[in-house]
């Protein structure tokens, strides 16, 4: 069955639609596995508290975020996709060309490496990168109260970020799909539903 990744920078809005995707395919009768990246497995969540907490180098960073994704892949993705159940991820891959090596400045082909090496050609059949304006995603953000190591990055760094998703999208355009943000609820859903149908739902 698919797996579904979510993307976007922090404040987009993705959130909002991994719950509510989740639902709407449970209530077509699909079974979803419903998971997140840093994170997924008890190592996984371990590896979350640190690379959202800690301060650490760049390099310290993206392998921290393979070693987190080697046991994901292991124990929840590729199992559940086994057993023929949806698989929608809260961020894979996509979030580590962005982050580390568009907002962080680590050459793609350091995760080029890393990508063959722990993926083995497992890709997401569909990714949703919420495009958002910067500034709303930022107002959202102080919105919040605490702001983690990410989310305290400036402005010109989430531009770098979405710089990144929005060049995949264009380099990809059938698994990563650009979801505008600038619009209702009612109008993304109706969007995100067309999307699903596409492939299988
Ligand atoms: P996020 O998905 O935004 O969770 P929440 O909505 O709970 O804040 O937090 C994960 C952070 O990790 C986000 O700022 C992006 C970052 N990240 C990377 O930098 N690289 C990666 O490969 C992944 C999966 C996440």
């Known amino acids: 069955m698919p797996f579904v990744s979510l993307e976007g920078?922090?404040?987009?809005?993705?959130?909002?639609?991994?719950?509510?995707?989740?639902?709407?395919?449970?209530?077509?009768?699909?079974?979803?596995?419903?998971?997140?990246?840093?994170?997924?497995?008890?190592?996984?969540?371990?590896?979350?508290?640190?690379?959202?907490?800690?301060?650490?180098?760049?390099?310290?960073?993206?392998l921290l975020m393979f070693a987190a994704r080697a046991e994901h892949i292991h124990q929840v993705i590729r199992p559940a996709l086994a057993r023929g159940e949806w698989l929608l991820s809260d961020r894979f891959t996509d979030a580590s060309y962005a982050y580390q090596c568009g907002g962080r400045g680590i050459p793609a082909e350091r995760l080029h490496v890393l990508e063959q090496w722990v993926q083995h050609g497992l890709?997401?059949?569909?990714?949703?990168?919420?495009?958002?304006?910067?500034?709303?995603?930022?107002?959202?953000?102080?919105?919040?109260?605490?702001?983690?190591?990410?989310?305290?990055?400036?402005?010109?760094?989430?531009?770098?970020?979405?710089?990144?998703?929005?060049?995949?999208?264009?380099a990809e355009p059938a698994r990563v799909r650009l979801v505008n943000t600038d619009r209702t609820l009612d109008q993304i859903r109706a969007d995100l539903v067309g999307m699903l149908l596409e492939i299988g739902a």
């Open 9 to 62: 920078v922090d404040g987009a809005g993705k959130s909002t639609h991994v719950g509510w995707m989740a639902d709407w395919l449970r209530a077509r009768g699909h079974a979803v596995v419903e998971t997140r990246e840093p994170g997924g497995t008890p190592l996984g969540e371990s590896l979350r508290d640190l690379l959202l907490g800690q301060a650490m180098c760049p390099d310290t960073e993206l």
């Open 123 to 170: 890709q997401p059949d569909i990714t949703f990168v919420f495009d958002v304006d910067l500034a709303i995603a930022r107002q959202r953000l102080a919105a919040h109260g605490a702001a983690d190591r990410f989310e305290q990055e400036d402005g010109a760094f989430f531009s770098r970020v979405q710089h990144v998703y929005r060049q995949r999208a264009a």
